[in-house]
């Protein structure tokens, strides 16, 4: 089956860095999205992984480990309006040429002062 | 470039009542999708259609769920009798194509309580 593991909470400083970890186990492996979505809002698009390495975007980088099934978003310099929830998502190609999203449950993220 | 457009953003039912959706994607793309997210999960898709075909509704529960996209373009997602567990915020998102490169971009959302 298609399975994908983040950890339900974090907590981290204004300020400070966290990396949120994503593990997936799935078949026909596309690429790996991140997204943040705020309470009450809809998800919005942080990055795609479809090599192996870090990609940078501003505060936010993701890394991605394909033998290893493994995925980090790292923020940096964390603000207090980065408190949200972060999904993680795979997309895989299926047997019938589709494309198709599995979706992490989410990372809850809160930022103290 | 106008987001995924969908309404009415609020609902509250009975149990047993009907209630139906509605989603405007992007203009252009081809590929929408209906998810549930149920609170503190992730999204579940419910149905994906291409242009106006379907592509996935293996997770609709289509006793009671129905979805179409009529030429194409919008799409309204029907629930028939409604339960207390289809409480959720109903998304759409739209994508140029099927491929998962291009990204997903989701409207708004609709929470849908059932009481």
């Known amino acids: 089956g298609q399975n994908i593991d983040q950890p339900t909470e974090m907590t981290a400083t204004e300020g400070a860095i966290v990396q949120i970890n994503c593990t997936y186990q799935t078949s026909g492996f596309n690429g790996l999205f991140w997204y943040q979505q705020h309470a009450g809002e809809a998800p919005t698009f942080l990055s795609y992984n479809v090599l192996d390495g870090l990609e940078e975007k501003g505060r936010f980088s993701s890394f991605l480990s394909r033998s290893k099934g493994y995925s980090y978003l790292l923020l940096k310099e964390l603000q207090m309006k980065d408190s949200a929830s972060y999904l993680c998502a795979v997309s895989i190609l299926r047997e019938d040429s589709n494309y198709q999203l599995i979706w992490g449950a989410g990372t809850k993220l809160i930022i103290k002062p | 470039e106008a987001g995924v457009a969908q309404s009415p953003r609020y609902k509250i039912i009975e149990k047993r009542q009907s209630v139906a959706f509605w989603c405007n994607p992007i203009?252009?793309?081809?590929?929408l999708y209906w998810y549930q997210q149920i609170l503190g999960q992730g999204p579940k898709l419910l149905i994906q259609f291409q242009n106006n075909g379907v592509v996935d509704d293996s997770q609709l529960p289509k006793d009671r769920f129905s979805a179409e996209r009529l030429k194409g373009v919008d799409s309204t997602l029907k629930i028939q009798p409604a339960k207390l567990e289809d409480s959720a915020v109903y998304l759409c998102?739209?994508?140029?194509?099927?491929?998962?490169?291009?990204?997903?971009?989701f409207g708004s959302g609709t929470r849908l309580t059932v009481v």
């Open positions: 998102a739209s994508s140029l194509h099927g491929e998962a490169n291009y990204g997903y971009t």
């Open positions: 203009s252009g793309h081809a590929t």
